[in-house]
């Protein structure tokens, strides 16, 4: 559809705020979703906050924390327009930004609303917003894990980046 999202990633960094954040053996990621809407409270709201912990959840799974002890991953992501899956948005924009941060990551994390889009390798989240008859379950996963599309994005990304930065 026409949604649009604007994922920035900062970070690794030292834990912002109390000492007690921190964890000595990983990072810990922190994910703050906002919308272009206005609202009294941006931040505080149900469902970012619930969208903000779906995020955090997602990408904990993901991304190799491990590699950073006593450090902390912000991921920002912003609807800028809302035209449906802005879920879906979120996490491709957020895997997008964390490739282009250099992050490493064990998969790419990748939403679809109605469509495979990725290969997925193993479901971080799967979240059901209508029913589904069971019977069309095993064909959903099957294609949402051969289709490649995020891949030949981000290996594009890196051909235009290096040629870039060769010159």
């Known amino acids: 559809?026409?949604?649009k999202a604007l994922a920035v990633v900062y970070g690794p960094h030292e834990t912002r705020g109390s000492r007690s954040k921190s964890l000595h053996d990983r990072a810990v990621i922190n994910c703050q979703f906002s919308t272009a809407?206005?609202?009294?409270?941006?931040?505080?709201?149900?469902?970012?906050s619930e969208m903000s912990l779906h995020l955090k959840?997602?990408?904990?799974?993901?991304?190799?924390?491990?590699?950073?002890p006593r450090s902390q991953i912000d991921i920002y992501v912003k609807i800028l327009q809302a035209d449906g899956g802005n879920y879906s948005a979120c996490v491709n924009a957020a895997t997008l930004a964390l490739v282009d941060a250099?992050?490493?990551?064990?998969?790419?994390v990748c939403a679809c609303t109605d469509t495979p889009l990725a290969?997925?390798?193993?479901?971080?989240?799967?979240?059901?917003?209508?029913?589904?008859?069971?019977?069309?379950?095993?064909?959903?996963?099957?294609?949402?894990?051969?289709?490649?599309?995020?891949?030949?994005?981000?290996?594009?990304?890196?051909?235009?980046?290096?040629?870039?930065?060769?010159?």
Do not use: C, W
């Open 57 to 68: 959840q997602t990408f904990e799974a993901a991304v190799l924390t491990e590699l950073y």
């Open 1 to 3: 559809g026409s949604t």
């Open 119 to 167: 290969d997925l390798g193993n479901i971080a989240l799967l979240q059901m917003d209508a029913r589904l008859h069971q019977d069309h379950l095993d064909a959903l996963i099957k294609a949402a894990m051969t289709a490649k599309v995020l891949d030949g994005v981000v290996r594009q990304h890196l051909e235009e980046v290096s040629v870039l930065t060769r010159d």
């Open 102 to 108: 250099g992050i490493p990551m064990r998969d790419y």
């Open 37 to 48: 809407e206005r609202k009294r409270r941006p931040h505080g709201d149900r469902k970012s």
